[in-house]
């Protein structure tokens, strides 16, 4: 019965916002998505071609910043029935997971922390109360992102109440000390019916970007009149947006367009960051442009995304804009079916959440730890891999739907080890490097570590070419020896082994559709010092990032 309600309110609560939301943008680049789908097509003809010396550039001389305390972030849940099973903290961990957003996405705008209940009427609960969740946010060593309830009152008559929320901020902060630093207010309000579609619960009279940023300045009075220490925050609509729901209802980008501006104009003084959703949703295209190659095209579309936002921020927000941070509290396909729980939504996990912190984002969470087995969607043998089902949830929890189960609870996902696989490229307080690749269907990202290594993350986007790479390396001095960790169409879990003759120069072998990350130790002879982003200047599109 637990587990049933469970289900059902996930589907109220986030299968529809997601469908909502997940038409966030729909500018693709033609070529690329057009080489990917000729090259999916080869995959399934089962040919694999290497192609040699394509070029890799490392420039350690070069950074766009520092990864932040708060990078890697999860989304967790007040319905999630594994949240606390005792394999999730090492399994987190071991994902390099340094921040836990609660409670839930669309469930924040009816959940009330005090009781661990939801407004009249708005779902199920389960036992994960808020210090449960601490719980499990310590023995992870996570920070704790939290959102606060904007869209109801406790008694389901008006809005959501700053009082309440300053008081589950009085608890946090002050009677049990948990130091949150990070606090929204609401989850994706513009989809409260502002515009023609409405996933997101707002019991107030009057609904829009300008009560809504008035209402931000009450919270905010009342959240740091508490704590003045937290950071507060508001939901934005993503740049290049669109929303779109089961219903065929359409918010376009036009309409859309005077949120941003608005919140920002009337609140910016106030708030300390703000979060924005990416559920990249991938419609048929003219081209015939398969799923998976549109998916892991998008990336390429976050520095314009960025550039934009910040350029809304910087306009409105004036002197303060240099210290709003941007957060990106939800993302992850939103193509549903199969591609969620593929190697292809693995490589996008670690190419978009890489890509999004080189261009000065202070947070990428993915939704979410567990959700459960969805029938909808595509499934079809067009896109990779052979499950005929989807789940949002990075680790399974035994769910099962129309006679097919999934793997048991906390057995993990692919999209699990793209996240992993980040542990071995970088940490918080380590300084990403310029990394660029000759190749487009090959992504590269660099990290010099606190310890004086230099990790490359190679992507290879490709289905069925095999790639060999001569990486050139500049500002840094090598040791012989390298370690390689390596994860692929073959793989149960992340592999690794050693390779020798490397320096400035020296070749790396990229199989199809693969994860490739090489950690080079400095020569004993010592290593240059790294130069900071402003000098040398790093090249356009690689802004600063925001430190905590």
Not at 117 to 122: I, M, P, Y
């Amino acid at each position: 019965m637990g587990e049933r309600l469970a289900s059902s309110s996930r589907k109220h609560f986030h299968v529809l916002g997601r469908a909502a939301l997940l038409g966030v943008l729909l500018l693709v680049v033609v070529p690329l998505t057009v080489l990917l789908a000729q090259k999916s097509q080869e995959l399934w003809q089962g040919s694999v071609t290497p192609v040699p010396d394509a070029q890799i550039t490392i420039d350690v001389r070069l950074s766009p910043g520092t990864i932040p305390a708060s990078a890697f972030g999860m989304n967790t849940a007040v319905w999630d029935n594994n949240l606390r099973d005792s394999d999730v903290p090492g399994l987190m961990r071991r994902a390099g997971v340094t921040m836990l957003r609660f409670p839930g996405g669309s469930t924040a705008d009816v959940y009330h922390w005090r009781d661990n209940s939801f407004t009249l009427g708005h779902g199920y609960v389960n036992p994960n109360t808020f210090d449960s969740f601490m719980g499990v946010a310590h023995q992870i060593g996570a920070q704790a992102f939290i959102t606060v309830n904007y869209g109801s009152n406790t008694t389901g008559t008006d809005g959501g109440d700053p009082a309440e929320a300053a008081a589950w901020v009085q608890y946090a902060n002050i009677t049990k000390h948990y130091s949150i630093s990070y606090w929204e207010i609401g989850n994706e309000v513009y989809g409260n019916g502002t515009y023609s579609s409405a996933w997101e619960a707002d019991l107030h009279a009057t609904k829009g970007p300008a009560i809504y940023a008035s209402n931000v300045l009450k919270y905010v009075s009342a959240m740091k009149a508490v704590d003045p220490s937290i950071k507060v925050g508001v939901a934005l609509i993503i740049p290049n947006g669109q929303l779109d729901t089961d219903s065929g209802a359409v918010g376009s980008e036009r309409q859309m367009a005077d949120w941003n501006s608005t919140v920002l104009s009337t609140a910016c003084s106030q708030i300390d960051f703000v979060d924005i959703h990416w559920y990249p949703k991938l419609p048929a295209q003219a081209d015939n442009s398969s799923p998976d190659a549109m998916l892991l095209s998008h990336v390429s579309q976050i520095p314009g995304m960025m550039s934009q936002l910040r350029s809304e921020i910087s306009h409105y927000c004036g002197t303060h804009a240099k210290d709003v941070q941007i957060l990106v509290g939800e993302t992850n396909t939103g193509n549903p079916g199969k591609q969620r729980i593929s190697l292809v939504n693995a490589s996008f996990l670690a190419d978009s959440y890489m890509t999004w912190l080189e261009h000065g984002a202070s947070n990428v969470s993915w939704w979410d730890l567990h959700n459960g087995i969805e029938m909808s969607g595509n499934s079809s043998s067009s896109l990779y891999g052979t499950a005929d089902y989807g789940d949002e949830g990075i680790l399974a929890n035994g769910t099962c739907s129309a006679g097919l189960c999934e793997p048991p609870a906390n057995i993990p996902f692919p999209p699990y080890f793209g996240m992993q696989m980040l542990t071995h490229l970088g940490a918080p307080g380590d300084q990403m490097v310029l990394a660029s690749s000759r190749q487009r269907l090959v992504s590269a990202h660099a990290v010099r570590q606190t310890n004086g290594n230099l990790a490359v993350l190679l992507v290879n986007k490709d289905p069925s070419t095999s790639y060999t790479f001569t990486v050139s390396l500049s500002g840094y001095n090598p040791a012989f020896r390298a370690m390689v960790y390596s994860y692929g169409m073959q793989s149960a879990s992340i592999s690794c082994n050693s390779e020798t003759g490397i320096s400035h120069t020296f070749r790396q072998t990229l199989l199809p559709y693969s994860l490739t990350t090489v950690v080079l130790t400095p020569a004993p002879t010592g290593t240059p010092t790294l130069t900071s982003a402003s000098s040398p200047t790093p090249p356009p599109g690689l802004p600063p990032n925001e430190e905590d």
